[in-house]
């Protein structure tokens, strides 16, 4: 199993921007589909983005006009660009990856590698 390592949480004000990085600790990415899920206090962990290796990508919808996932198969990392931050947006951000086929890829079960997290807070 691959350790993923994410960077880039903070707390920030609401209307600021954050970019997150994840990168595999001692292997470069192998998997189809890397993926961000967000779990907030007292909630399940959900799916937030997810890019596929050619580079199609999937949101969730509350954030799909504010944030942009990306992937550079070059430097071997992905990216979550974060813009207009809202206090509905805290919460511990985790770097996924898995060969996940279409149908499971917002499904956290589907996903064998995964970061430690990093912390994200909003707030005035």
């Known amino acids: 199993q691959v350790q993923l390592v994410e960077s880039g949480g903070g707390l920030v004000q609401p209307g600021t921007s954050l970019r997150l990085s994840c990168a595999p600790s001692?292997?470069?990415?192998?998997?189809?589909?890397v993926a961000w899920f967000r779990q907030a206090p007292g909630m399940e962990r959900e799916f937030i983005a997810a890019?596929?290796?050619?580079?199609?990508?999937y949101y969730k919808d509350s954030v799909k006009d504010r944030f942009v996932i990306s992937r550079d198969n070059a430097k071997n990392t992905a990216y979550l660009q974060m813009d207009s931050l809202k206090p509905e947006d805290t919460g511990v951000y985790y770097c996924?990856?898995?060969?996940?086929?279409?149908?499971?890829?917002?499904?956290?079960?589907?996903?064998?590698?995964w970061g430690q997290g990093t912390q994200v807070t909003v707030s005035p």
């Open positions: 996924a990856a898995g060969n996940v086929i279409l149908s499971e890829i917002r499904r956290t079960r589907t996903y064998n590698s």
């Open positions: 001692g292997h470069s990415f192998s998997a189809s589909v």
């Open positions: 890019i596929r290796r050619g580079g199609f990508t």
